[in-house]
């Protein structure tokens, strides 16, 4: 059977990538509007960019209204800077919300309307250049055609997607992600454990997202501890970053499944984090669906060294499960409650939630097959 497979125009990863990529970014237009956030600017992420552009007199204009997981409202107010400013195109920096930002100006900017207009449909209008620096190792969104944008009015997170949303160059330096803090490289690195444990276990699955995938995991189980209590070990940290890409590369291409399917209305509905609200979901999930995959979890067990060949599928299925509940100890994932969300409160939102997953359609790409009572029974065991 034939697959597609795709990934960003021109990629350039590894220590000093920006500089490598200087000359690449310089010819997409002459000027540039900068999506980040404010934490960007105190830290000093945006002053090597920015020094870039002013070596090739490349004009720019920085919009730091990303204050927090992308909203309609954060969109609206990124358009009307980039169409006053007269930018030709855009780069994103930052963690995944300054990314999805920005694909997400990019694409009203070019196709009119609202963002909100787009759910349930691909995108299909070209939009302008795009690149995509990540500050953080996990979201992937540098490597993908998504973006996830808040719907403020109905209080849904919207998967929008369309191959015209993957950036025209993207830069991995590992550099980056030095300033990130523990709770964010726990989130991050956990979103892309998720990412390419789910593209392993897709229905979508081929043969190249396979390799990318388990190459992630492995490079996930062996750094983000590192990562996670040494911040500033260049090692673990280039190899998160390389291992976020291999990931976001991999669900690009075959999808995600049940966790990120049901991680959405939760942080819509409480403000969870993505990546903290992935994380809380993977042991309920997998635990849940693994058995309709046995030697799909077997092998990532293998390759992460927790089983064996003299294990059974359905042991080393259960050791992985086992790895991944353990990962989120080592990163001190909280659970609903120890977040602060009340039990009462889920529940009462808990048949919105499970139709807002449902009808996001990731749930269905998980090879066991699911339904909404499915869903249900796997929010109402994480209070278990």
């Given at each position: 059977?034939?697959?597609?497979?795709?990934?960003?125009?021109?990629v350039f990863y590894g220590e000093n990538a920006l500089n490598y990529a200087a000359s690449a970014i310089c010819a997409l237009g002459k000027k540039a509007l900068?999506?980040?956030?404010?934490?960007?600017?105190?830290?000093?992420?945006?002053?090597?960019?920015?020094?870039?552009?002013?070596?090739?007199?490349?004009?720019?204009?920085?919009?730091?209204?990303?204050?927090?997981?992308?909203?309609?409202?954060?969109?609206?107010?990124?358009?009307?800077?980039?169409?006053?400013?007269?930018?030709?195109?855009?780069?994103?920096?930052?963690?995944?919300?300054?990314?999805?930002?920005?694909?997400?100006?990019?694409?009203?900017?070019?196709?009119?309307?609202?963002?909100?207009?787009?759910?349930?449909?691909?995108?299909?209008?070209?939009?302008?250049?795009?690149?995509?620096?990540?500050?953080?190792?996990?979201?992937?969104?540098?490597?993908?055609?998504?973006?996830?944008?808040?719907?403020?009015?109905?209080?849904?997170?919207?998967?929008?997607?369309?191959?015209?949303?993957?950036?025209?160059?993207?830069?991995?330096?590992?550099?980056?992600?030095?300033?990130?803090?523990?709770?964010?490289?726990?989130?991050?690195?956990?979103?892309?454990?998720?990412?390419?444990?789910?593209?392993?276990?897709?229905?979508?699955?081929?043969?190249?997202?396979?390799?990318?995938?388990?190459?992630?995991?492995?490079?996930?189980?062996?750094?983000?501890?590192?990562?996670?209590?040494?911040?500033?070990?260049?090692?673990?940290?280039?190899?998160?970053?390389?291992?976020?890409?291999?990931?976001?590369?991999?669900?690009?291409?075959?999808?995600?499944?049940?966790?990120?399917?049901?991680?959405?209305?939760?942080?819509?509905?409480?403000?969870?984090?993505?990546?903290?609200?992935?994380?809380?979901?993977?042991?309920?999930?997998?635990?849940?669906?693994?058995?309709?995959?046995?030697?799909?979890?077997?092998?990532?067990?293998?390759?992460?060294?927790?089983?064996?060949?003299?294990?059974?599928?359905?042991?080393?299925?259960?050791?992985?499960?086992?790895?991944?509940?353990?990962?989120?100890?080592?990163?001190?994932?909280?659970?609903?409650?120890?977040?602060?969300?009340?039990?009462?409160?889920?529940?009462?939102?808990?048949?919105?939630?499970?139709?807002?997953?449902?009808?996001?359609?990731?749930?269905?790409?998980?090879?066991?097959?699911?339904?909404?009572?499915?869903?249900?029974?796997?929010?109402?065991?994480?209070?278990?």
């Amino acid at each position: 059977m034939g697959n597609q497979f795709i990934m960003p125009s021109r990629v350039f990863y590894g220590e000093n990538a920006l500089n490598y990529a200087a000359s690449a970014i310089c010819a997409l237009g002459k000027k540039a509007l900068i999506v980040t956030d404010p934490m960007m600017l105190k830290l000093g992420n945006a002053e090597p960019v920015i020094k870039m552009l002013e070596r090739a007199d490349i004009e720019y204009f920085v919009f730091d209204g990303i204050t927090g997981e992308p909203t309609d409202k954060m969109i609206e107010s990124g358009l009307a800077v980039y169409n006053a400013e007269a930018c030709d195109f855009l780069i994103g920096l930052g963690g995944g919300s300054p990314i999805d930002s920005m694909k997400a100006i990019a694409a009203v900017a070019t196709s009119g309307g609202s963002i909100n207009d787009y759910m349930g449909k691909v995108i299909t209008v070209p939009t302008p250049p795009m690149v995509a620096i990540p500050t953080t190792s996990g979201t992937g969104s540098e490597a993908t055609q998504f973006t996830i944008i808040t719907n403020t009015e109905k209080d849904i997170k919207m998967l929008l997607k369309g191959a015209v949303l993957m950036p025209d160059i993207a830069v991995v330096d590992p550099a980056f992600t030095l300033t990130a803090p523990q709770s964010v490289t726990a989130a991050t690195g956990l979103d892309a454990l998720c990412h390419a444990a789910e593209a392993y276990t897709s229905r979508k699955a081929q043969p190249m997202t396979d390799e990318f995938a388990l190459s992630a995991i492995k490079k996930i189980f062996k750094y983000l501890p590192v990562c996670y209590n040494d911040g500033a070990n260049v090692e673990a940290r280039a190899q998160m970053s390389f291992a976020a890409l291999q990931a976001g590369i991999a669900f690009n291409n075959a999808s995600v499944t049940v966790i990120h399917g049901m991680s959405r209305p939760i942080g819509a509905m409480f403000h969870v984090p993505h990546g903290i609200s992935n994380a809380m979901l993977l042991f309920a999930c997998f635990s849940y669906v693994y058995d309709g995959a046995y030697s799909r979890f077997a092998d990532m067990a293998r390759e992460i060294g927790a089983a064996d060949a003299s294990d059974s599928d359905e042991i080393a299925a259960e050791k992985f499960i086992e790895a991944c509940r353990e990962l989120c100890k080592v990163c001190n994932v909280p659970t609903l409650a120890e977040y602060g969300i009340k039990k009462e409160d889920f529940f009462a939102v808990m048949d919105k939630m499970s139709e807002d997953a449902v009808a996001s359609g990731s749930p269905a790409n998980t090879i066991k097959e699911l339904d909404k009572q499915d869903v249900l029974n796997i929010y109402e065991n994480l209070w278990k």
